[in-house]
């Protein structure tokens, strides 16, 4: 059995997996699942019990949730592919870093501005939300510029896990349009030169269920009820 990332939509933070699973030349499989009615589902919860995407289904039988945890997996699996570096080293602490930002303070800054497009509120409670959201919003990218310090990637001159991430994250910006992303030239020049990746590419035209090209070893997507068969199976 090949690996198996279960990718929530419309815009799930999963868009990073796709995109490193792309980048990492290792066999795997999608399944999508709706949010928020799938994801909330029986069944879905016997994948993930907190019912949030992604999930990692691996050969073995084991599951994997929480997208630093699937980076992280995804990363020590394509060392040789500069993806990934060996734990205790200076560059994977470097990593963690990132993604911990990544997935902490810029996941978390658009948290009140889903709640105001999910939820049904009086609009001064909406404009209370939308305008801490924009702040928030708004100091990430200027803290991200900071981090960025010259250098053409999150880490380094070449695109790796912490950029993919940091992409499928970044495009919400393009649904709520809060943040005019131009004001911080250095983040919007990696933003816009990942999305010109084929990985980026096939992930959004995946999302969209549109004609995909893989550059990896992508193997077909597979419904949620097969999904659940094979780890059956290899329970």
């Known amino acids: 059995m090949s690996l198996i990332l279960f990718y929530g939509v419309p815009e799930g933070c999963s868009f990073g997996s796709i995109v490193a699973l792309e980048w990492s030349g290792l066999p795997y499989r999608l399944c999508r699942v709706q949010m928020p009615e799938v994801v909330s589902c029986d ?19 084991r599951l994997i949730s ?14 040789d592919k500069g993806l990934g570096f060996a734990q205790g080293t ?6 963690n870093q990132m993604l911990a930002y990544l997935n902490t303070s810029f996941f978390n800054a658009f948290s009140p501005l889903w709640y105001a497009v999910e939820h049904e509120l009086e609009p001064a409670e909406k404009g209370v939300l939308v ?7 708004e100091k990430a ?15 380094g001159n070449r695109p790796g896990i912490a950029d993919a991430y940091f992409t499928g994250i970044a495009r919400w910006n393009d649904f709520h349009k809060v943040v005019d992303i131009s004001q911080f030239p250095a983040l919007n020049d990696l933003y816009q030169r990942m999305l010109q990746e084929p990985a980026v590419r096939f992930a ?9 090209e893989s550059t990896g070893r ?18």
């Open 131 to 137: 305008a801490y959201g924009t702040a928030k919003v």
């Open 204 to 212: 959004h035209a995946i999302e969209h269920q549109e004609k995909a």
């Open 43 to 61: 069944e879905y919860r016997r994948i993930n019990t907190v019912g949030e995407t992604p999930s990692l289904l691996l050969p073995d039988g």
């Open 141 to 155: 990218h200027r803290t991200l510029e900071g981090l960025l310090a010259g250098r053409k990637c999150l880490l």
């Open 90 to 95: 200076a560059d994977f602490d470097r990593l």
């Open 66 to 79: 929480e997208s630093m945890a699937i980076l992280n997996y995804i990363g020590a699996q394509s060392i």
């Open 218 to 235: 992508f193997l077909g997507e597979i419904d949620l009820e097969e999904a659940l068969g094979l780890l059956r199976q290899a329970a």
